[in-house]
Nanobody, 114 residues
Framework: QVQLVESGGGLVQPGGSLRLSCAAS????????MSWSRQTPGKERELVAK????????DYADSVKGRFTISRDNAKNTVYLQMNSLKPEDTGVYFC???????WGQGTQVTVSS
């Protein structure tokens, strides 16, 4: 069955960095667009970044442009989210998703705090 397993979350100070990973299985990873979203307290789930399967083109929410980078390794069936210059407002649970589907991972907690 489809599995998406996120990892790499944790506690980091403002200005710090984290790299999230999402290992996928149960489907043909190389032919789907992948995305990262986050759920922050009191807000709706927000699409953070996505990466196309066609040409690996990327798209980002304005709130993370210039700080976050999404990438994928089709050989490893894995999508990554490199997060730099983290801010307290980046705190939340981060989920990977096969774009346009109901396939979601269980999420990984990111906390940015001093």
């Amino acid at each position: 069955q489809v599995q998406l397993v996120e990892s790499g979350g944790g506690l980091v100070q403002p200005g710090g960095s984290l790299r999230l990973s999402c290992a996928a299985s149960g489907f043909t990873f190389s032919i789907v667009t992948m995305s990262w979203s986050r759920q922050t307290p009191g807000k709706e789930r927000e699409l953070v970044a996505k990466i196309s399967h066609v040409d690996s083109s990327t798209d980002y929410a304005d709130s993370v442009k210039g700080r976050f980078t999404i990438s994928r390794d089709n050989a490893k069936n894995t999508v990554y989210l490199q997060m730099n210059s983290l801010k307290p407002e980046d705190t939340g649970v981060y989920f990977c998703n096969v774009a346009g589907t109901m396939w979601w991972g269980q999420g990984t907690q990111v906390t940015v705090s001093s």
